[in-house]
């Protein structure tokens, strides 16, 4: 009579035995293994704060480098936060003589839209062996109003963790849209803010370091939802936002100092056109974020609004550029696609022209390449070549105006 060759269980005895060259297996041992499996995977996932390979800045601005075009100051920025945030972690993890803590230093990056503030999340987020997660800041309210309480960061940065409290209390955090929350007025309000200075209150004690209660599965507190306490203290945020209207800011406190006879020595000094490389603490005051914030994001950086040279390069240059992307698409139809310098040229200029940056130059080609990427597939083509002409008449199609911003 057949029988289990792991437990030696009867086939009568069993509810399946699966048979293979010499032996059996029983359900029950199945689902044995299979625990088992589970179980030594899990072990094998676990953050090991020892097993890093360290890179150096230089390392990681490199593999920047590969994904995200220009932002100089930026990459180098991000590149040096997380180089000291696993040197934190390392200290943390073996005490030294001389008993010096390396405080976090937590990061604001202040960009227009499309310059590659999430892109530069997302691309750290391939080299990183910390668990990492992008939130949106749009969505947070005031505990009890709708939306998501602010306890909801952590919660995404667990679940990334797959629920390892002590690998998620050592992750990075990208906190976007951070300029959503932003008061909305100069004066705090006698009524409530719950989408805005309400959510940079409670926002306060995740980022200067604290023991927090967060609900496992996300959603509202309740009385009889079992919580799971997180210490924020060596949790990296990295903040981005686009910060519109900005400027003028800027442009009123750096006219405020140009006074007397050096006035327009001074004034010709200043760029007009990227005020935001001027952008100082202050600034981000006046915007609407309370100082409580600010003083808990000590390292402030900008991104350049991208030029014509730099959105030429994102077509063609990165490894997930926009066109190779394209190209790779059609190769799996076995269909050549090849694009015509003049067509770049003319994608390019469009882009300026929306003021969407980077995003408007994947929001044109997928007007212009909609119609083949719906035909060709089904037809006997093998090769297409875009023209600026059929790029042009595919533009035409589409109502224009809705692609720039007002």
Do not use: W
């Amino acid at each position: 009579m057949d029988k289990c060759s792991f437990c030696g269980r009867d086939k009568k005895d069993t509810n399946l035995l699966i048979a293979g060259i010499s032996g059996h297996i029983c359900d029950s041992c199945i689902e044995q293994a299979y625990e088992i499996v589970q179980e030594e995977l899990k072990k094998n996932n676990e953050f090991d704060v020892n097993s890093i390979k360290l890179l150096k800045p230089v390392e990681i601005k490199k593999f920047l480098d590969l994904y995200v075009i220009g932002q100089e100051e930026a990459k180098k920025f991000i590149s040096v936060a997380v180089y000291n945030h696993y040197k934190r972690l390392m200290q943390t993890s073996r005490r030294d003589e001389d008993d010096v803590e390396i405080e976090k230093s937590n990061i604001i990056l202040v960009g227009e839209t499309g310059t590659g503030k999430t892109l530069l999340a997302r691309t750290i987020a391939k080299l990183l062996h910390v668990p990492f997660t992008i939130v949106d800041a749009t969505v947070l309210t005031e505990a009890g109003y709708v939306g998501e309480d602010i306890e909801s960061i952590l919660t995404r940065l667990l679940q990334v963790a797959d629920y390892n409290v002590e690998a998620a209390e050592k992750g990075i955090v990208f906190i976007d849209e951070i300029d959503k929350i932003a008061r909305k007025g100069d004066n705090p309000s006698i009524t409530r803010d719950v989408s805005g200075e309400g959510v940079q209150q409670g926002l306060l004690k995740l980022l200067e370091g604290s023991v927090v209660n967060v609900p496992p599965q996300g959603g509202r507190k309740h009385p009889d939802q079992k919580m799971i306490p997180v210490n924020t203290k060596n949790i990296l945020f990295i903040c981005g936002g686009a910060f519109d209207g900005i400027d003028k800011k800027i442009a009123l406190r750096l006219n405020t100092k140009i006074v007397g006879y050096t006035a327009a020595r001074n004034t010709s000094k200043i760029e007009r056109d990227n005020l935001l490389q001027y952008i100082a603490p202050q600034d981000l005051k006046a915007f609407g974020l309370i100082p409580e914030i600010i003083g808990r994001l000590p390292v402030l950086t900008y991104l350049h609004p991208l030029d014509r040279t730099a959105l030429r390069n994102i077509l063609t240059e990165p490894k997930n550029a926009i066109i190779k992307q394209y190209i790779k698409l059609f190769k799996i139809d076995a269909i050549e696609l090849e694009f015509e310098k003049e067509v770049l040229e003319y994608i390019v200029d469009k882009a300026i022209e929306f003021k969407l940056g980077a995003r408007g130059l994947r929001s044109i080609c997928e007007h212009i390449m909609i119609d083949a990427m719906f035909e060709l597939p089904s037809g006997g083509t093998d090769k297409m070549v875009v023209t600026k002409k059929y790029a042009e008449e595919k533009l035409e199609k589409v109502n224009i105006k809705r692609l720039k911003v007002a």
